[in-house]
């Protein structure tokens, strides 16, 4: 599968390279992955408007499948992100995302191996401000929603969970460098779900083509 993201990713990108886009990649470590690699491509579809592709891999730390405890195995994921540029001026930008994704996790313990499938929704508002030239912090709110589809269907997996999300950021040309916190409670599913997440992350993003926003783009 995780071959099968990349090869996806790439092709999005060689498809719409000549447009004012992004590419990014992210590195980092959870409550439930050891480490994680995300990488994003997105697009400017107007001046408000944008639209982008997603694949992340991690390895797990600590997840819950159908009630077993998972320590060990493989999560992958892919999906979307729809951006709208709701304000900006001089020294601040607002902007709301949608975050849909396909997500599978793996695990093989002595008795069997574990499939399961579901889907992730990440809504969330974030405001980006203008320290100094070269210097930006970004802050909002991800509203975490989850529901597993297979092997057995859980609507409430994860109920919208207020994650409060944090970025310092360095600017240097088209060049992007972020130090990302996400941090919360998690509500859900009784026995199926962590209560509370915390993720760090390193980010990497740049530009294709002439960018013409003041305040940097950082899609989380």
Known sequence: MKNILIVIFILTIA????????VGLSLGTSKSDRQTASFLYRQNLTSRWSLGAQISYGAIRYRFIDAIAITEGQVGMIGLSLG??????????????????????RSQNEFETINSHGIEIDPNIL???????????????MLRTAMQLRPEVIGNEQLPSAILTNALSLQKGDNLISLKTYIGPMNGAGGDTEKFYWQVSLGYQFSLGKSTNSIPFFNF
């Open 15 to 22: 498809v719409s390279a000549q447009a004012q886009s992004t």
């Open 84 to 105: 709208y540029k709701i304000a900006e001026g001089d020294r601040y930008r607002l902007d709301a995302n949608l975050a849909p994704r396909y997500r599978r996790i």
């Open 127 to 141: 405001i980006g401000l203008k320290l100094s030239d070269q210097i930006f912090f970004h802050s909002g709110v």
